[in-house]
């Protein structure tokens, strides 16, 4: 019975971990928002997006990383008390995924083929 009970913590503490980026679903954005850049200025948006898409991915993996470290070694993942950066993941993702639309909405060359 013990070793079910400290099995089932295991398994709830492990539940609460950081997510991995590449699991985070990306918040939905409108392409409208892009309708009226030209195709210039959305390839330099896209690349901020990008650079800013990286840069919180980075954070959340290592938040990710510390998660299993420290359940490992004291059974709390660590972003529960301190949080994590899954939010805007899911919003640069998302923003990400808005201008690649509207850059073949107006058919820009650089636009990526979904």
Not at 18 to 46: F, G
């Amino acid at each position: 019975m013990k070793n079910i009970l400290l099995a089932g913590l295991l398994l709830a503490t492990l539940a609460g971990c950081a997510t991995r980026p590449e699991s985070i679903p990306a918040s939905y954005v409108s392409h409208e928002k892009y309708s009226a850049i030209d195709c210039m200025q959305l390839s330099t948006h896209l690349g901020d997006a990008r650079a800013q898409l990286q840069k919180v991915s980075a954070m959340q993996d290592s938040k990710a990383n510390m998660d299993a470290a420290t359940v490992f070694l004291a059974l709390v993942p660590a972003s529960k008390l301190t949080g994590d950066h899954a939010a805007d993941v899911a919003k640069f993702k998302g923003e990400v995924e808005a201008i690649e639309t509207a850059q073949i909405k107006q058919g820009c060359k650089s636009a990526k083929v979904i």
